[in-house]
């Protein structure tokens, strides 16, 4: 009885009703997570108790080269630094729970398996503090990645994805979250930041991928968080100094 009450509209060879030979290899994520977030957007005036705020994109980094340690190529799927869940009426979102349409059911690999099998070393893997936005309840936190890549020789990377530019939504007087921001930092140069979709990165050896993923958005008016909540965020480092303010 779920879908019965549903009738779905489509027009073919739109992105919801691809015409062959279009790419679907994303179709449940993407596209899946915005029209999921916007039927839940639309219908939240009238059903506040049973909406949540929006959650991180999906946004991976491929990188493809050669193990210094064996001298056997290698290509490894990043699945770590996950982005916040939304917050609901039932609580704050859930931290690093990674893309709506997943609703938190996919894990990432161990990193000491990771650092074992590939030529990359994490500096880093942490909470992102302040990322999760604010509200009655708060967003969950995404997450901070600083991942050194021991190559001997240049790799390449290729990056697929969203969530840079349009941060997670806030719902019913919540604040959004932050969005990602991806960058390929590199001895003696700037920053690189780097796009959702790109192909052939030059990776050399010695660059860091610095990843700050996105954070859910609030849910509620920031005003009725209770006085509690504040202090374990502050407590905890879940919230930046701007965050304490607030």
């Known amino acids: 009885g779920t879908f019965r ?3 779905v509209i489509a027009k073919p060879g739109t992105v919801v009703w691809a015409n062959p030979p279009a790419p679907l290899t994303l179709c449940t994520n993407h596209c899946a997570q915005e029209i999921a977030e916007a039927v839940i957007k639309a219908l939240a005036p009238g059903c506040p108790d049973r909406v949540l705020a929006g959650w991180g994109r999906r946004f991976r980094i491929a990188i493809q080269g050669k193990d210094p340690r064996t001298g056997r190529p290698f290509i490894w799927h990043m699945f770590h630094a996950r982005p916040g869940g939304g917050a609901s009426p039932a609580g704050d979102g859930w931290p690093t729970a990674g893309e709506g349409q997943a609703a938190g059911g996919i894990k990432f690999g161990s990193v000491e398996v990771t650092e074992v099998r590939f030529p990359l070393f994490f500096a880093r893997h942490e909470f992102r503090p ?19 890549a021991e190559i001997a020789e240049p790799a390449l990377a290729n990056t697929a994805g969203d969530g840079i530019r349009y941060p997670p939504y806030g719902i019913l ?3 959004n979250g932050l969005p990602h921001r991806y960058r390929l930092r590199s001895r003696g140069r700037p920053d690189r930041a780097l796009k959702t979709k790109e192909v052939g990165i030059l990776v050399r050896p010695g660059d860091v991928f610095v990843v700050e993923s996105g954070g859910g958005g609030g849910y509620g008016d920031p005003r009725e968080r209770p006085a509690a909540a504040r202090a374990y965020d502050v407590e905890n480092e879940l919230v930046t100094r701007r965050g304490k303010k607030r």
């Open 5 to 7: 009450p549903l009738t």
């Open 173 to 175: 007087g919540g604040k």
């Open 130 to 148: 302040g990322s999760g936005g604010d509200g009655k309840y708060r967003g969950g936190l995404g997450s901070v990645l600083e991942l050194h």
